[in-house]
């Protein structure tokens, strides 16, 4: 499985962008239960931001983007995507996308890192004040 995340980009405070993150399956098909989107800034741990459950649409939302961040997806396109509205300077990082093999199923989507088996190589997303 391969995940190519786009859509960073640099956006003054108060705007929005969309992310996307596009999994690729060679042989067999897309078998994940969900997708999430973490980010990272240098100097601190990776934190969850969201996720979204392929088959139900399912959300997740750590609190920080609750109210202003939206993850959807488009199982048949197999991509994920983050509306991230009034993005303010604490929302700068790198985002990453990741999917798990398939092997459990979650009420809803779950937040840890190691639930995850597959990661893109990230998007910078930079937000000027």
């Known amino acids: 499985v391969q995940l190519v995340e786009s859509g960073g980009g640099l956006v003054q405070a108060g705007g929005s962008l969309r992310l996307s993150c596009a999994a690729t399956?060679?042989?067999?098909?897309?078998?994940?239960?969900?997708m999430a989107w973490f980010r990272q800034t240098p100097g601190k741990e990776r934190e969850f931001v969201a996720a979204?459950?392929?088959?139900?649409?399912?959300?997740n939302y750590a609190d920080s983007a609750k109210g202003r961040f939206a993850a959807s997806r488009d199982s048949a396109k197999n991509t994920a995507y983050l509306q991230m509205n009034n993005l303010q300077s604490e929302d700068t990082a790198v985002y990453y996308c990741?999917?798990?093999?398939?092997?459990?199923?979650?009420?809803?989507?779950?937040?840890?890192?190691?639930?995850?088996?597959?990661w893109g190589r990230g998007t910078q997303v930079t937000v000027s004040s």
């Open positions: 990741a999917t798990d093999r398939g092997q459990s199923y979650y009420v809803r989507p779950p937040t840890r890192q190691t639930d995850y088996d597959y």
């Open positions: 399956v060679s042989g067999r098909p897309l078998a994940s239960y969900g």
């Open positions: 979204v459950s392929w088959r139900a649409g399912t959300t």
